[in-house]
């Protein structure tokens, strides 16, 4: 009886304890816009595993390919230019041990070729671009493409000057604010508001824990995407996780416990695209889009458009309400209120 009365205890505290965070997180202010294009194929870098990553040749082979969406990263060199580039220090990109925040643009070395595809060891990207290109050149390049911005650093001017291009060239609607940290993600919605933004670590694990506990459908939900990591993928790339069966098992356990397919439905009744990143494979392309993905973030565009013409892809957007864990059915919300 005791060890039944000090279940009942921490169930009932830990119902409580979600009960505060809805209620904290549903203060934080208004919900943030949704993403005007879907995104079945984003393009990783670029597509880092047909052309250098982050280059403008792999941007112009992307879009070549068909991606509704390209995926790029941005840092801010001395002289204060956005730079697309993924590392801040240089010596796997360029083989040369420097720090692009010391250096001034125009110093800024070439990329190496080939290259090795991060998320695919032991395959290499060739080019015949090895530039960095400022942000300002792929806005003009590709006026209307949508883009996901990966802001690397805490750096408020990054931040800003981001923002301003973004308005200077109109085009919010188009543009994702992306970041896995949450204090960097304030920032740049305080920076510009009407650009959508995806969900840090920490926002992420606290829906997870309201999804679990039966509260998500009252958590006001501002974030556009969940962009998370295809579970399976862990066992086959740098991740620092067991090789082997081990590994596999940590991947299928992680996908049990986050990837869940009524939560993934969930989101997407609510507006919010679901990517999972970094598939590759063909084989993975199937896992992501069965799980209930959106779309996927892929190094290889031209491997996931003919998948996608050969009958792959997202189910249809759910528009029935989803269960709740305990398989009770909700409300429908009603449009604009998630």
């Not at 920490?202 to 824990?209: I, S, V």
Request: contains cysteine.
């Amino acid at each position: 009886m005791a060890a039944l009365a000090l279940g009942v205890a921490l169930g009932g505290g830990l119902v409580a304890l979600g009960g505060v965070l809805v209620a904290k997180l549903a203060r934080r202010g208004p919900e943030g816009p949704r993403l005007q294009r879907e995104a079945r194929a984003v393009a990783h870098r670029g597509g880092a595993g047909e052309r250098i990553e982050n280059t403008l040749e792999a941007f112009e082979n992307a879009v070549a390919e068909g991606s509704d969406w390209l995926e790029l990263d941005v840092r801010r060199t001395r002289d204060g230019v956005v730079v697309v580039s993924h590392d801040r220090e240089l010596s796997r990109q360029c083989g040369r041990h420097l720090d692009i925040g010391q250096l001034d643009y125009q110093d800024l070395p070439p990329y190496q070729s080939p290259l090795e595809v991060t998320f695919s060891p032991g395959h290499f990207s060739q080019g015949c671009d090895h530039r960095f290109p400022r942000l300002v050149e792929i806005f003009e390049r590709f006026p209307r493409q949508p883009i996901s911005i990966e802001i690397k650093d805490d750096d408020d001017d990054l931040i800003n000057d981001v923002a301003a291009l973004v308005r200077r060239f109109d085009r919010a609607p188009i543009t994702l604010w992306a970041s896995f940290r949450e204090r960097i993600l304030r920032k740049c919605r305080r920076a510009h508001p009407q650009m959508p933004f995806c969900f840090s670590l920490e926002r992420g694990l606290l829906t997870l824990l309201c999804w679990y506990l039966g509260l998500l459908p009252l958590l006001r939900l501002g974030e556009a995407a969940l962009l998370f990591p295809l579970p399976s993928i862990i066992n086959r790339t740098y991740f620092p996780v067991p090789k082997g069966p081990a590994g596999h098992v940590l991947s299928r356990v992680t996908q049990s416990l986050v990837l869940r397919p009524s939560l993934l439905r969930h989101l997407r009744s609510r507006g919010i695209q679901v990517w999972l990143w970094v598939v590759n494979e063909e084989r993975d392309f199937a896992e992501a889009f069965g799980l209930g993905a959106t779309g996927v973030i892929t190094d290889y565009p031209g491997r996931l458009r003919k998948f996608l013409e050969g009958g792959g892809g997202p189910s249809p957007t759910p528009r029935d309400p989803s269960p709740t864990p305990g398989g009770e059915t909700l409300p429908r919300e009603k449009k604009g209120r998630d």
